[in-house]
């Protein structure tokens, strides 16, 4: 019962969304300063993940080998290490797939803009 009202709540607001919002740009439904700021955060995933996961697999070397006995603990830093690696293959490759979901459904354009009109190929 509780998941059919969840429905219905969802399909009324959407209902209302779409007959009481006229402000809403066919061009850019999220808005300017919100499309661009996700498209950002999104750039700074692609940045950061790299820097972080080398920066945090350094460390756990680090305090590895100053442990002393290095070799025991070693193959559980290699087994975090791998596992920080795919979420970074993760994280590296999210916003490109979020960018190209959003340029398909015309949310933005190219580069996270509100133009959503085909760039023009210039020779």
């Given amino acids: 019962m509780k998941k059919n009202n969840f429905i219905y709540y969802i399909a009324t607001i959407a209902v209302f ?3 009481f919002i006229s ?3 066919a061009s850019c439904p999220l808005g ?3 499309t661009k ?11 950061a993940a790299p820097v972080l996961c080398v920066a945090f697999s350094t460390l756990d070397v680090v305090r590895t080998v100053s442990k002393g006995d290095a070799e025991a603990e070693m193959k559980k830093v290699a087994q975090k290490f791998g596992k ?3 979420y970074t293959v993760l994280l590296f490759f999210l916003p490109i ?3 190209q979901v959003m ?3 015309d949310v933005w354009g190219v580069n996270g803009t509100c133009d959503l009109t085909a760039p023009e190929v210039t020779e």
């Fill in 97 to 99: 797939l979020v960018d």
């Fill in 103 to 105: 340029q398909i459904a």
């Fill in 37 to 47: 700021d996700l498209y950002g955060v999104l750039k700074i995933f692609q940045i």
């Fill in 17 to 19: 969304s779409v007959l």
């Fill in 23 to 25: 402000d809403v740009s």
């Fill in 32 to 34: 300017a300063d919100v």
């Fill in 84 to 86: 920080r690696m795919i």
